[in-house]
């Protein structure tokens, strides 16, 4: 259960290590954070919300300036920020982001 991430760095075609994640929820149209972490060496992110997720809107912000900068690699978006509803509760949410140094994609994962 649970919100969940993992990054690819589709440039490389491997994980996206040591990237900082902040998980937040809006509340009366203020966001406030619930959850941050690194990702391992996996890409993945596993620690950001372990409980259910209340019904709401949530934002996963991942700090990629820092992961590119440490491969002296220019990119474009010094942070990429995903908007999500979660409508119903009991349920688990993956986020995956697709990363390169100038674009990004995701999706509702599994």
Not at 11 to 19: E, H, K, L, N
Not at 73 to 94: D, L, M, S
Request: a neutral charge; hydrophobic letters at 35%; proline letters at 7%.
């Amino acid at each position: 259960m649970g919100i969940s991430t993992h990054i690819l760095d589709t440039t490389r075609g491997r994980p996206a290590a040591d990237v900082g994640v902040k998980l937040e929820r809006s509340t009366a149209g203020q966001w406030a954070p619930i959850g941050s972490g690194h990702t391992d060496t996996d890409g993945r992110c596993k620690t950001l919300l372990v409980d259910a997720p209340e019904p709401g809107d949530y934002r996963l912000t991942f700090a990629v300036a820092p992961y590119f900068a440490s491969r002296q690699v220019e990119a474009f978006y010094p942070e990429v920020q995903i908007c999500f509803r979660v409508t119903r509760g009991g349920e688990h949410f993956h986020v995956p982001l697709l990363l390169n140094p100038f674009g990004y994609s995701t999706y509702r994962g599994s």
